[in-house]
């Protein structure tokens, strides 16, 4: 930055009032980051249970759909296991820190205070209804096995409610269109949804299903933008065909022949690319539209193929459950199932059960999300949607004194 030393006479006043003027942005910037620190904002999450904070705890489900018996939680962030689909935090925790906001509450969780934002997310979750919907035993009435994106989305309507009775109209309007929406959900749609459904399967060739999911998933943005919500997240889908679960099922069908379920991967990429380009749509068609998005596939790739680069020494195997890779989802021993194995090591993993990462996958996703740059991250990061023009820095500010416009004021 070059702030002018000298004078020269003639410019006497311009240069004084220059001066001021750089004191007075000065003074301004340090308000601007008061604020920041003082302001109300929120985080809605929608999706699976990757973000699950412990909404299935409340709902009749099957034990494949909770995490909230031991080994979940076992590494002493909370003191019970709570829910989460891990071994300590997941995403939503930690975006919630750097957000400088309390743990965001299940939707589900009794008097849990709205204020600060909801989780509606519910493991085993799709975006289609039909995804994991459960039949009760012995008839066709479907009942409530997990919670998917459009009751998430009606829940939003009660919390909307909820809090204007609390905040008042004018507030809630306000805490909605500053709040960020985290969407992470889609892969029970081609997991569970798709290749485990010999019914989808018959009736859908991939580009159809992939544009039924699309398709969902884009008037959930749309109806959540009619609302007022401006700022969204998304967490893009990973190469699902690596996953423990997966990898094995892999291998029974190759009989032996390894490596990753190719169908799996392949429409999570092809989901991924179909969702990075109906956004840079909805960029334009939508008034104030602003998001993160995430290419973590290539990200979660290369940490499966490298783990020790960052930080672990196991990609390919599950710390928590049985069978080739622990693949075979038994971790607690509340399923069919009830043996179990679990590593000595959690941290060292990729893979803490035989579908979702450790707390420190989930961290460095975090952190990725938190501040990262295009490709991996943009065209914002979730930290230019929570504090956005305001956390310009006083050197930005005087900077942009440079480009010679401060000579005309
Ligand atoms: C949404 O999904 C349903 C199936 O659950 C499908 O019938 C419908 O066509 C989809 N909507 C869009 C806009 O793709
Ligand atoms: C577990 O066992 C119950 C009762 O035998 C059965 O209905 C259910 O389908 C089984 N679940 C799995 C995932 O195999």
Same mark, same amino acid.
């Given at each position: 930055?070059?702030?002018?030393?000298?004078?020269?006479?003639?410019?006497?006043?311009?240069?004084?009032?220059?001066?001021?003027?750089?004191?007075?942005?000065?003074?301004?910037?340090?308000?601007?980051?008061?604020?920041?620190?003082?302001?109300?904002?929120?985080?809605?999450?929608?999706?699976?249970?990757?973000?699950?904070?412990?909404?299935?705890?409340?709902?009749?489900?099957?034990?494949?759909?909770?995490?909230?018996?031991?080994?979940?939680?076992?590494?002493?962030?909370?003191?019970?296991?709570?829910?989460?689909?891990?071994?300590?935090?997941?995403?939503?925790?930690?975006?919630?820190?750097?957000?400088? =906001?309390?743990?965001?509450?299940?939707?589900? %969780?009794?008097?849990?205070?709205? +204020?600060?934002? !909801?989780? &509606?997310? /519910?493991? #085993?979750?799709?975006?289609?209804?039909?995804?994991?919907?459960?039949?009760?035993?012995?008839?066709?009435?479907?009942?409530?096995?997990?919670?998917?994106?459009?009751?998430?989305?009606?829940?939003?309507?009660?919390?909307?409610?909820? =809090?204007?009775?609390?905040?008042?109209?004018? %507030?809630?309007?306000?805490?909605? +269109?500053?709040? !960020?929406? &985290?969407? /992470?959900? #889609?892969?029970?749609?081609?997991?569970?949804?798709?290749?485990?459904?010999?019914?989808?399967?018959?009736?859908?060739?991939?580009?159809?299903?992939?544009?039924?999911?699309?398709?969902?998933?884009?008037?959930?943005?749309?109806?959540?933008?009619?609302?007022?919500?401006?700022?969204?997240?998304?967490?893009?889908?990973?190469?699902?065909?690596?996953?423990?679960?997966?990898?094995?099922?892999?291998?029974?069908?190759?009989?032996?022949?390894?490596?990753?379920?190719?169908?799996?991967?392949?429409?999570?990429?092809?989901?991924?690319?179909?969702?990075?380009?109906?956004?840079?749509?909805?960029?334009?068609?939508?008034?104030?539209?602003?998001?993160?998005?995430?290419?973590?596939?290539?990200?979660?790739?290369?940490?499966?193929?490298?783990?020790?680069?960052?930080?672990?020494?196991?990609?390919?195997?599950?710390?928590?459950?049985?069978?080739?890779?622990?693949?075979?989802?038994?971790?607690?021993?509340?399923?069919?199932?009830?043996?179990?194995?679990?590593?000595?090591?959690?941290?060292?993993?990729?893979?803490?059960?035989?579908?979702?990462?450790?707390?420190?996958?989930?961290?460095?996703?975090?952190?990725?999300?938190?501040?990262?740059?295009?490709?991996?991250?943009?065209?914002?990061?979730?930290?230019?949607?929570?504090?956005?023009?305001?956390?310009?820095?006083?050197?930005?500010?005087?900077?942009?004194?440079?480009?010679?416009?401060?000579?005309?004021?």
């Amino acid at each position: 930055m070059a702030i002018p030393v000298s004078c020269a006479p003639l410019h006497f006043t311009i240069c004084i009032s220059s001066l001021v003027l750089l004191l007075a942005i000065v003074t301004l910037a340090d308000d601007g980051m008061l604020a920041e620190t003082g302001k109300k904002r929120a985080l809605f999450v929608f999706g699976d249970s990757i973000v699950d904070t412990g909404n299935n705890n409340y709902i009749k489900t099957n034990p494949e759909n909770r995490a909230n018996y031991k080994p979940y939680g076992q590494n002493g962030f909370f003191d019970r296991p709570t829910g989460r689909f891990s071994d300590g935090r997941v995403i939503v925790d930690f975006i919630a820190e750097y957000a400088k =906001l309390p743990l965001i509450p299940p939707f589900l %969780q009794p008097s849990a205070d709205y +204020s600060s934002g !909801v989780d &509606f997310a /519910s493991g #085993g979750a799709g975006i289609l209804s039909e995804t994991n919907q459960g039949l009760s035993p012995g008839s066709n009435v479907p009942f409530l096995q997990v919670i998917d994106l459009q009751m998430q989305l009606k829940s939003f309507d009660q919390v909307e409610k909820s =809090l204007a009775e609390k905040l008042g109209e004018h %507030q809630t309007r306000r805490l909605i +269109s500053e709040a !960020v929406y &985290f969407i /992470s959900i #889609g892969s029970n749609d081609y997991m569970g949804g798709y290749l485990g459904s010999p019914t989808a399967r018959k009736l859908y060739q991939h580009q159809e299903f992939i544009a039924m999911v699309i398709g969902n998933l884009t008037q959930a943005i749309q109806v959540l933008h009619g609302k007022g919500a401006r700022n969204f997240g998304f967490l893009s889908l990973s190469p699902l065909g690596c996953l423990p679960a997966l990898r094995a099922a892999a291998m029974e069908a190759n009989e032996g022949g390894g490596g990753c379920f190719e169908e799996a991967s392949t429409l999570a990429m092809a989901h991924n690319s179909a969702l990075k380009t109906i956004l840079m749509n909805l960029e334009y068609m939508l008034k104030g539209f602003k998001y993160c998005n995430s290419n973590f596939y290539d990200w979660f790739l290369d940490r499966i193929d490298n783990p020790t680069k960052y930080g672990f020494k196991d990609g390919m195997n599950a710390c928590c459950g049985t069978g080739p890779y622990g693949g075979i989802f038994t971790c607690g021993g509340t399923k069919n199932i009830t043996a179990f194995e679990l590593c000595k090591e959690a941290e060292d993993y990729i893979w803490w059960d035989s579908f979702h990462p450790t707390e420190g996958v989930h961290k460095q996703i975090s952190e990725a999300l938190w501040d990262g740059t295009p490709p991996s991250v943009g065209p914002h990061n979730l930290r230019d949607l929570f504090f956005g023009s305001e956390k310009l820095t006083i050197s930005d500010m005087v900077d942009d004194q440079d480009g010679g416009d401060w000579r005309v004021i």
